[in-house]
Every structure is written in C-alpha cells, then in structure tokens.
C-alpha cells in the first residue's frame, strides 16, 4: 500500500481546491499594475468558493479517515463543510459590491476569505489536537487581517488590533490545554485521548484532574473564538470596526468552526468529565444569554447590537450543548445553519445601507427605509424574525431544537431562562423593524443601487432561513445521523 | 526512599548555582563597599569607541524594516522543513519528491507575489498621500 492513497486527496478535496485558488489569487495581485485587478480577484474567489463547495460533495462520496488520522470525513465534517463553504460564497458576492463603495476592492481581501475557509474547514474535519490547533490559527490570523482592511478608518485598525492581541491570549490558553491533554493521555488524537482517559497511565485519579484543567483551558480558548461570556468582551468594538462583509464572516464563519471543534473535543475527547465540565458550559450558557440581550437593549448602532446579539446566540448554543447527548449535537447544528444563514443576511443588508465609510449604520438612519427600499428593508425585517425565533423561519426550529434538547437533559431552569431571553431580544430586533417602517427619515439616504451580487446574496439567505423554517426535517434528520456518527 | 535519593541528584547542580551567583553578587559588592570613585565628566561619557546618543529612540522606523524581517523568518522557517525531507529523502520515493515540489512551489508562489508587490525595491521613493496605487504604504 502507497503512503498516501489517492482518496486522502479526495477527502481534503475542498481545502486543496480553496488553496490553489487563494495562491492563484495573490498571483494575480502581485502581477501587472491594471485597474481591474480586483474584480478579476472577486470573479476567480467566486468560481474558486463555488467549486469547493462542489468538492464538498466528492468529500462527502469518499467517508474515513486521512493522513496518519488526523483528518476524518464523516457527516459531521461534510456539515459543517456546506455551512463555512457557502458562507464564504455569500460574503464574496457580497464584497463584490461593498469593497469598489469603499474603494477597498483588491484581490488579497478574497485571497485572506479564501485561506481563512481553509482553515475553518481544515479545523471541521480535523480530529487530532495539533491540526485543529494549526488550522485554528490560519483561520484566526486570515480574519486578523480581514477585519482591519479599511485601514484608513482608525476603527478598523482599532479592531483589528484588539482582536489579534486578545485572539493570541486566548490561543495560547488553548496551546496550553492541549499540552496538558498529551501529558495526561499520551496523544493528541481525539479519539485515542477518549480511550487513554479511560484507562489512564497515571494512577489514582490523577489523569482526571490534568484532564479537566486542561478542559478547563480550551474552554477559554474556544470560548473566546465562539464569543461566550465570560470571554465575550472583545465582540462588540471588534464587530463595529470590521468592514461589514468580514463582520458577517466573522459571526458565521469562524464560529460555526469553533463550535464544531468544540463540540468535537468535549463530546468525544473529554467525554469521560462530562459531569465535571457540564458546569462550565452551563455557567457561560447563561452569561452569554444574559449579558448579550441586556447589553444589546442599548445599543443604537445596529453592528454593536448584532455583535451583542451574537454574543446572546453563542449562549443559546451553549444551552444545546450542556445537553450532553447526540440531541444536543444534532440541535447546535441546525442552530448554527439556521443562525449562519439569518446572520449573514442581516450582515449583508447593513453593508448594502452603509454607504461610503460606513456612514448610515445607526438605528436612527433606518428611519422610513421600510417604502424606500421594499426589497432589502423585508428581507432585513425576515431575517431579524428569524433571529428572535419567529415560526416560519429557521430561527423558529433552531430554538425549538435547541430548548427540546435541554428538557429532555432535564435542564429546566436553563431551559426557562434560555426562553425569558428569547422574549427579551424580541425587544430590540423589533425596534429595528418598527425604525424602518414607522418611522419619518430624519435624512435622506443615498440610495444604494440593487446589484446582480446584492441579489443573490438575498435570495441565498432568504431561501436557507425559509427552507430551515418550513422543511427542517432533511437537514436535522442529517444532523441527527451525524451526530450519532461523531460520537461512533 | 526513591524520592528523595532521586533529588539528591541535583544538590551539584545546586552548589554550583549558589557558587557561580555568589561569586557574581559578592565580587559587585566587594567593590562597591571598599572601592572608592571620584566622579568627572571625562569618567561619564560614552568610552572609547561608544558614540554619544542622539534624539529620541522612540523613533518611527519604515514600514520596510519590518517587512524585509517578517519575510526573512518566513522563509528561514519554511527552508527548516527541508532538512528533515533530505534525511529521509529515499524512503519516500517520487511522493516525497512530488509534495516537496509542491511545497516549493507554494513557498515561490509567495516569493513571487511579495517580489511583485514591491517588497524588495527600496529605490521607490516615498509617495505623497493620496497618489497613484501601489503595494506599500
């Protein structure tokens, strides 16, 4: 048998075809000194995201494991490989338009997305520590960058600066985590650290507690990728610095990754101190919650108020999890699909309204837009039902997943405050409604012109929430599968 | 008792940090208690060879510094990898050779892409704020 046979390559086929265009990319923006470099980048970033999400599917034909065990194509893997994939081409459509307003448009700005999928996808499938370590830090470096690309606006470098200092602190924790789960176990693979632990090499309960502290670390590294309180705090300055296309990126993209290592390496690698770690989750389940929704009640800037609302989601996910069975992992990753469409969407039509240098980004200028501009402003108001869990929608069905879950863990108290929550953050999604068409413009707006791209980019996200709203069954049926496959 | 003749291992190692710090602090301190010093301003300034300082170190460097340093331990690292590929070199057939070309050639592909941008020309002059495009700012 060959080293490395050929269906290896067929199972990272996503992450090589992303690649090779990410380096045809910087190819093409090094070369010659044109004026249409950049649209060239956004056509090639197009075709290069849209054929992987294509290789996702041969991905999915070639299940098993790769390279040594590091890599494992299961249902799982391929899941979350659609979400991040199709959220990369939802946010190139939707740079396509934003990046020539701001007069951003170049070709590294898609080769950054693309590289940083890689890694989202890479982190996905991974099922060995230092991988998902490695492919953890090309997707966090790649938004690094991304989120301080409107570098003459002191916010975005302001962010961008904040979330590097503060993302590195946050990985070294979970270097850190890591060393201590090898020194325990003797290994790094999941899989093999969930059999070590049960048959520890050091005696008298000592391997449990390295284990649990090492748990304990990832917990903060992890949690400060997926936004949860306690380690939420840099979410809202660096979600209003960011350009907006990378703001959405950021909240979908890098999150769901993070969730899925997260529930990867709980649920399988730390499976033997369930009990003990069950209360880290469900401490920073209802943090998350709570300091999301209250904060996000005074917000005027609907970025700051979407990052805060992220925050509040990242907590109902956490509910999900502290579930600890295969309902909840089946039920975090309908939540994410429905919450990366709904997010994306809500993303995009915020960018759409930006203007030149962000400039109508406060509740205030979404006065009145609701006749002006029928199509985004419905589509934003379709998008913002579905964040507070409106039937009908995705969000509806992620919720509905997500406490039934919880009950059937027996988690009642959790489950009722995940529920006042919800009722909560209805307030301020509302108010944003109620700002678009009840109320008189203060200022006339420039109008935006509607793009082919624009377009697409509604329809996408407009046809993921309602088809989540109204047909959920085939994707939680395929959640479901994989969840019971993950967990073997 | 195991444990302790297992330490007892390091009591060398121990006298010899207490011996070497000792000597350190002890000879400073001999010389600062009985040495006497007269201070002038021939005694203060920079000796022999050393330059007198001048202005601030707070300085702004440009930008070009930085980027000739990050690309030399780019590289510095990545050409790391290919030791241990030549160690094993045989063993791996033309697979090894195959994905160490390809390697090589990601690593050149960047090569290209920061040649392109102007990364190594350091005759551009400085542009004025707001002329045409162009890769380092």
Known sequence: MSLVPAEFYWRILPELVLAGFGAVLMLIEGGGRAGNRGRLGAYVALLGSLLAFGAVFIQAANPGDAF???????????????????????????????????????????????????????????????????SLEISSISTYVLAGYRRHAPRSTESSLKYFLLGSFATAFFLYGIALVYGATGTTQLYDVARASLTPIVGGGEADRVLLLAGALMFIGLGFKVSAAPFQVWTPDVYEGAPAPVTGFMSAGPKAAAFAIFLRIFYVALHSSGHAWFWMVYVAAILSMCLGNIAALLQTNIKRMLAYSSIAHAGYVLVAFAALGPEGISAVMFYLAAYVAMNIGAFAVVSHFAHREERYVDVKDYAGLGFRFPVPAFCLSLFLFSLIGVPLTGGFFGKLYVFRAALDAHLVGLTVIAVLNSALAAFYYLRVVVFLYMRQPAEEIAAPPMTGAFSLVMIACVAVVIWLGVFPNRVLEFASRSAAQMLR | MPASSYMSNYVPILIQLILAVGLAVGLVAISELIGWRRRSKVKSAAYECGITPQGDANRRFAVKFYLVAIVFILFDVEAVFLLPWAVVFRQLKWLGFVEMLVYIGIVLAGFAYIWQKGVFDWNQPERAEGGPASPIH
């Open chain 1, 68 to 134: 040594q065990h590091m890599f494992r194509v299961d249902g799982f893997t391929v899941f979350f490989d659609f979400v991040i994939i199709g959220a990369t081409v939802v946010v190139v459509l939707l740079s396509m338009d934003y990046l020539p307003t701001q007069h951003l448009e170049r070709g590294e700005f898609y080769a950054l997305l693309l590289f940083g999928t890689v890694g989202m996808t890479f982190m996905v499938g991974s099922v060995e520590l230092i991988m998902i370590f490695i």
